[in-house]
T-cell receptor
Framework: LAKTTQPVSMDSYEGQEVNITCSHN???????ITWYQQFPSQGPRFIIQ???TKVTNEVASLFIPADRKSSTLSLPRVSLSDTAVYYC???????????FGKGTRLHILP | DADVTQTPRNRITKTGKRIMLECSQT?????MYWYRQDPGLGLRLIYY???????NKGEISDGYSVSRQAQAKFSLSLESAIPNQTALYFC??????????????FGPGTRLTVT
């Protein structure tokens, strides 16, 4: 399984765009990159998944450079309710178990 | 109704007691997982099951056992609970599609306290 490295914590303000970068230097050819969001005392919730270039959905965008050794989760115009822990995962589900790291604790300030 | 349910939601038990946490899902997924979460440590995988006949240890399986009674049910047991098993426990399910995409669906969690 590819190891991931992401910041322990980040602060931002309401209305700002927030970018959280995850490093995964040993990503394998078949690996997808997935981000989850977790609010206190709740289970993680899937946000977005991608393989290369850019993926966008109603919640976030995921930017993946050509070498795929990192990825950036972008949250547009954050609000207080975006305060949560964000996890970056890399791996292929077909034969792998899914491993969560410690995530990035995002704190949105008013 | 929730797709992934866990019972009980909260439990306080004493050291040395046997306890079972139950997970049920209506998503029809083959894969099920048990995680524990401690403050500041993210989620750690205890056991996972890719189908009814396939059960695998995760990172921290010592002191735990599981049973996959059916596709929809996956139980976690603590044979003799100890205080450092006090944590928030999550069950999850997933099913990879033909392209290898996957998404995990989590239950609401069980808060277990061992005194």
């Amino acid at each position: 399984l590819a190891k991931t490295t992401q910041p322990v914590s980040m602060d931002s303000y309401e209305g700002q765009e927030v970018n959280i970068t995850c490093s995964h230097n040993n990503i394998a050819t078949n690996d997808y990159i997935t981000w989850y969001q977790q609010f206190p005392s709740q289970g993680p919730r899937f946000i977005i998944q991608g393989y290369k270039t850019k993926v966008t959905n109603e919640v976030a965008s995921l930017f993946i450079p050509a070498d795929r050794k990192s990825s950036t989760l972008s949250l547009p115009r954050v609000s207080l309710s975006d305060t949560a822990v964000y996890y970056c995962l890399v791996g292929l589900n077909r034969d792998d178990k899914i491993i969560f790291g410690k995530g990035t604790r995002l704190h949105i300030l008013p | 109704d929730a797709d992934v349910t866990q019972t009980p939601r909260n439990r306080i038990t004493k050291t040395g007691k046997r306890i079972m946490l139950e997970c049920s899902q209506t998503k029809g997924h083959d894969r099920m997982y048990w995680y524990r979460q401690d403050p500041g440590l993210g989620l750690r995988l205890i056991y996972y099951s890719f189908d009814v006949k396939d059960i695998n240890k995760g990172e921290i399986s010592d002191g735990y056992s599981v049973s996959r009674q059916a596709q929809a049910k996956f139980s976690l047991s603590l044979e003799s609970a100890i205080p450092n098993q006090t944590a928030l426990y999550f069950c999850a399910t997933s099913d990879a599609d033909v392209k290898g995409h996957y998404e995990q669906y989590f239950g609401p969690g069980t808060r277990l306290t061992v005194t």
